[in-house]
């Protein structure tokens, strides 16, 4: 089975502070997502990935960045956390260019205050 | 842009019973997919049904069935025999055929199963 994990499942961070949220897949996927997701406005894609070192902006890219060094590692990045930040983020990765089929983590709830 | 709209926030169900979710969608494209995915209360959201836009005959895993209307922008999802672990949030998505593999989320419809 595909397994895609992050590393919290709760986060509580100040205001101003720098925020990183890590995900892992397992099975060699090539795509990689970001979505946040918020009551009544569903998932929204913040930033995804093709390929390693390779990276394009989603719906919501404003006050997040990414970093994919690694094919297995997808990093989120809050430069500077604010309160309307606080939300759900989910990770998933899909096999390549030609699968829709998409991977969930768990998610991680992050709360800004 | 495409969007998608789920219209019913909640929805209950009897155990047993069959509930029907609705999904409309809106796009200038002719060629896409569309999908129903899972979210229990574990939150890990999982894939439950797919259907290619090319295709008239709708698409059935299980109990899980969809009815597509292309022309109406409609892609409803029939849960038959209702179990308690199908209690979930149940997101509608859109991704076109060509290009990029970005999924288009709904808002989500939040489905109890009453014992």
């Known amino acids: 089975d595909v397994k895609v994990t992050q590393s919290s499942r709760y986060l509580v961070k100040r205001t101003g502070e720098k925020v990183f949220l890590e995900c892992v897949q397992d099975m060699d996927h090539e795509n990689m997502f970001w979505y946040r997701q918020d009551p009544g406005l569903g998932l929204r894609l913040i930033y995804f990935s093709y390929d390693v070192k390779m990276k394009e902006k989603g719906d919501i890219p404003e006050g997040y960045s990414v970093s994919r060094e690694k094919k297995e590692r997808f990093s989120l990045i809050l430069e500077s956390a604010s309160t309307n930040q606080t939300s759900m983020y989910l990770c998933a990765s899909s096999l390549d260019q030609s699968s829709y089929e998409q991977y969930f983590g768990p998610g991680t709830r992050l709360t800004v205050t | ?115």
Not at chain 2, 13 to 31: G, I, P, R
Request: charged share 15%; glycine share 4%; with cysteine.
């Open chain 2, 1 to 115: 842009a495409q969007t998608v709209t789920q219209s019913q926030p909640e929805m209950s169900v009897q155990e047993a019973e069959t509930v029907t979710l609705s999904c409309t969608y809106d796009t200038s494209e002719s060629d896409y997919y569309l999908f129903w995915y899972k979210q229990p209360p574990s939150r890990q959201m999982i894939l439950v049904i797919r259907q290619e836009a090319y295709k008239q005959q709708n698409a059935t895993e299980n109990r899980f069935s969809v009815n597509f209307q292309k022309a109406a922008k409609s892609f409803s999802l029939k849960i038959s025999d209702s179990q308690l672990g199908d209690a979930a949030m149940y997101f509608c998505a859109y991704a076109l055929i060509q290009g990029a593999q970005k999924l288009v989320f709904g808002q989500g419809t939040r489905l109890t199963i009453n014992p």
